[in-house]
């Protein structure tokens, strides 16, 4: 069994791994302990976000489906995992389920020669920013993903996209950060917890909801079969 020593930091966060325990039931029972605790706290913290952002949540969903009705698209930004749930998120918006139609959603993390071009030859704070001002029209989105809201080059593409009449939409963790503080974000969910992980976590089912609400919102948003027909449930 690997010390504790070795490895303080995992340590702290699997005990159970590190105890210098030679009893393997007795790890497995923890492990499995370890799991139920963890997926507790993120059904607890689902539920926080759904009674302190569940207004917000229609509101904000219903002002993206007049934004994609008026020919609107979306563009995702993020920093580390942040950046591969932006991609997720457009993802979810341009392929959305139930067979709603697709809504146009790009993630600016996506194109790493841009974004090392941007990087390299004027600076990381504007790796967002200068897309937004390069594509977006005023009838667009910008959703930017941050676990602790402190990133500069996201509260520079937010200041951007508002000066061009964007809708903002900002998904934080934590306490919001200085995104909280920011007057060019529309819409802000905040995850309330210290943890990274049960953050993303929440913050995943956060815009899985407003793709849902979104497409819901939508002129013809109701589920279609493959022969294009409309379903019983959206005929009654």
């Not at 967002?128 to 594509?135: D, E, H, I, P, Y």
Request: proline share 5%.
């Amino acid at each position: 069994m690997t010390s504790h020593a070795e490895h303080p930091d995992l340590a702290s966060l699997y005990p159970f791994l590190y105890s210098g325990e030679d009893d393997v039931d007795g790890v497995l029972a923890e492990a499995r302990q370890s799991t139920i605790d963890k997926t507790r706290e993120i059904i607890d913290l689902r539920r926080q976000v759904r009674r302190q952002d569940g207004a917000r949540l229609a509101a904000c969903g219903a002002a993206m489906a007049e934004r994609f009705a008026s020919g609107g698209r979306l563009f995702a930004f993020g920093n580390g995992g942040s950046s591969t749930d932006a991609q997720d998120l457009a993802t979810t918006f341009m392929d959305p389920p139930q067979g709603t139609a697709p809504m146009p959603a790009f993630a600016l993390t996506a194109d790493i020669a841009v974004i090392t071009a941007l990087s390299n030859d004027v600076g990381f704070d504007v790796v967002f920013s200068r897309q937004l001002a390069a594509f977006a029209r005023p009838h667009d989105i910008a959703v930017g993903l941050s676990t602790s809201g402190n990133s500069a080059n996201l509260l520079s593409a937010f200041d951007e996209a508002s000066r061009r009449g964007m809708l903002t939409v900002g998904i934080s963790g934590h306490t919001g950060g200085k995104m909280a503080e920011l007057d060019s974000i529309d819409y802000l969910f905040v995850v309330p917890s210290p943890s990274v992980h049960r953050i993303q976590e929440a913050q995943t089912t956060v815009y899985h909801v407003l793709a849902e609400l979104a497409a819901d919102g939508l002129p013809g948003g109701h589920p279609f079969d493959a022969g294009g027909a409309a379903t019983p449930e959206a005929r009654t």
